[in-house]
């Protein structure tokens, strides 16, 4: 699987363009949707699952220093819903998210994106200028369609993290959902 097979599997899946166009409607600063959005269609058809596995929530993120109160993105999401009622919005501006998390600013929803636990959630699509996909993945697609999951280099270099990584591992409990999957424990890397 190459970035356009995964590009043509979101482009004919009717559910996941909804959710892209509901969200461009938007017209957010630097928007993406982004982590177990796209990294369950990959892993669903790799397992050649013929129904989706529900996720959590569909993560939108956005950039907008301008205006970083967190009010924001729950008019947001309370937009969303009236477009999608069905659907567990979660919105986030990054812009302010390195204050929740305690690190340096970021600069851009990629580079919140790329700061991603695990390199193959570390992902995000969106609707281009003429309702092209486009897709995001600062670490690459390697991981995610090799079906292991590693952190990316933010998460292995403080305790902190590495315990944040560890622990969304075992709560995630991901590999009883996708039996294929490689799990990588961030000691391995040392």
Known sequence: MNEKKIIALINEDIWMMEILKAVK????????????????????????????????????IYFDPANTEELEEKKLEKKLKTLN?????????????????????????????????????????????????????????HDVVNLEVKPTPFFVETKDRIKIYEDRITNKNWKSIWGELKIHHIKSFY
């Open 85 to 141: 009622p069905y659907i567990p919005w979660s919105v986030k501006n990054e812009a302010r998210m390195h204050i929740k998390n305690s690190i340096p600013p970021y600069t851009s929803s990629v580079d919140a994106i790329s700061k991603f636990p695990e390199t193959a959630t570390a992902l995000g699509v969106k609707l281009g200028e003429e309702d092209n996909i486009l897709l995001t993945a600062p670490w690459g697609i």
């Open 25 to 60: 409607s938007l017209n957010l600063p630097d928007c993406w949707v982004c982590a177990g959005f796209v990294r369950a269609k990959i892993w669903d058809t790799l397992h050649h699952f013929s129904e989706r596995t529900p996720i959590p929530d569909i993560d939108v």
